[in-house]
């Protein structure tokens, strides 16, 4: 219950209306311009229904933005190349569930930069068909009077639910970290790490030869020796055909093809390409490496916020 993206599920007595949301495919009509002139506020893809933590989640990190639920994750990415949204915002990992593979095999096959991290609490409330925004629609529109859907505090108000029960999570601290998607790279990040409000997170992915556990030592040395601060590693494991693979992750250089691994290393760090530091680390970690790619560079977001 920790990353709030799941689909509901429904009892099989009962007939799954539509999610009155947008999708990319029904906004096709709409002008480009209004998006890509930047005459309006940034308009931020999410999967699911208003009032999801996705939602908040985007709002909170960009407050003056406006919202496009999508059906999928798939469908807010495709909603960015299709120039239909600014942004995507995406759940990548929580304090429950661990990391959500799909979500970031979904950040490899794309070219995307990731230009901001959000992390934030997420709480259920039993507001009176179990799970989700989408469930709180169906029990509203179809007037279920004999069942109840978990879903965020702010959906009870948006819907005229009762709260019924708060704190249904298995943990008060129960942190996801969203990350928000561009195509193209930030511009607006500082470029000093020397401020600890304003400290520069890099992620990038690895494909290495030989044994991962040698190539995580050379990871390792390649930043400690130099100071900089990891604040993530890990061993990417397919996310598809229950975990056979291959990790699929688009080469943006040359022809921008996919390529395919049997998994990766992902890495944060503090710091950026304009510190001659990461520049060597870089160069070091490539040389046991068969293929890096930098998926950017942000400013790191030390704060948890709550939806109360």
Known sequence: MAIPHSPPHFLPSLKTPPIPTLSPSVLSAVPNAAVASGSSPLRVAFQGAPAAYSEFAAKTAIPNCSTLPCRS??????????????????????????????????LLRHDLHIVQEINLFVHYCLLAIPDTTGAVEILRNNHLLDTAAIAS??????YGLNVLAHGLQDTSWNVTRFLILSKHPSSSTPTTTTSINHRLKTSMVIAHRGAAMM???????????????LTKLEVINPAINDGKGPVMILDVRGKGSLRAFPHVLYVDFEGSLEDSRVNDAI???????????ILGTYSAD????DLH
């Open 73 to 106: 994750f798939s469908d807010a990415i495709s909603s960015l190349h299709r120039l239909l949204a600014d942004r995507a915002i995406l759940p990548v990992e929580s304090t429950l569930e661990g990391t959500a593979l799909r979500n970031y095999d979904l």
């Open 153 to 158: 505090p702010r959906a009870a108000l948006l």
């Open 215 to 229: 190539v995580i030592l050379k990871i390792l040395s390649a930043f400690s020796s130099r100071n900089l601060n």
């Open 283 to 293: 160069d070091d970690i490539s040389k046991v490496s068969v293929f890096v790619r």
């Open 302 to 305: 030390p704060n948890v916020y």
